[in-house]
């Protein structure tokens, strides 16, 4: 019960451009030359195929980041607003406060001439 090793089917297809046979090489060798450069080359489109998906993904980080920074810019500009809204709620108040602070010395004073009967 012994394991045969697992042989994969070499790449096939015309040679790459960039090899040419030399003159006087044996069929044995040029073959061999064949088998060798079709496996690098098949390897080489891997690795170019690889470096595609990695433009790709740094594509979708970019585009990623790009959002956050959207979404960060509408944190900003949504906690300015709040904070002018505080603002405008809390003057408001204030003004509001001190009315009611000058009409009840306003009243204490009518109650106080009415008292007096001098009104």
């Known amino acids: ?39 690098y080359e098949a390897a080489a489109k891997e690795i170019e195929a690889m470096g595609a998906e990695l433009i790709n993904a740094a594509k979708r980080c970019e585009a990623m980041t790009a959002e956050v920074h959207n979404a ?23 003004e509001c406060s001190i009315f009611t602070e000058q009409v009840r010395k306003t009243c204490e004073t009518v109650k106080l001439k009415m008292i007096d009967g001098k009104l």
């Open 72 to 94: 960060i810019a509408f944190m900003r500009d949504t906690a300015t607003s709040y904070r002018e809204e505080a603002k405008k709620i809390f003057k408001r108040i204030e």
């Open 1 to 39: 019960m012994g394991s045969h090793p697992v042989i994969r089917t070499a790449p096939s297809g015309p040679m790459p451009d960039y090899v040419e046979h030399e003159e006087g090489v044996t069929r044995v060798g040029a073959l061999s030359a064949e088998a060798v450069v079709r496996d």
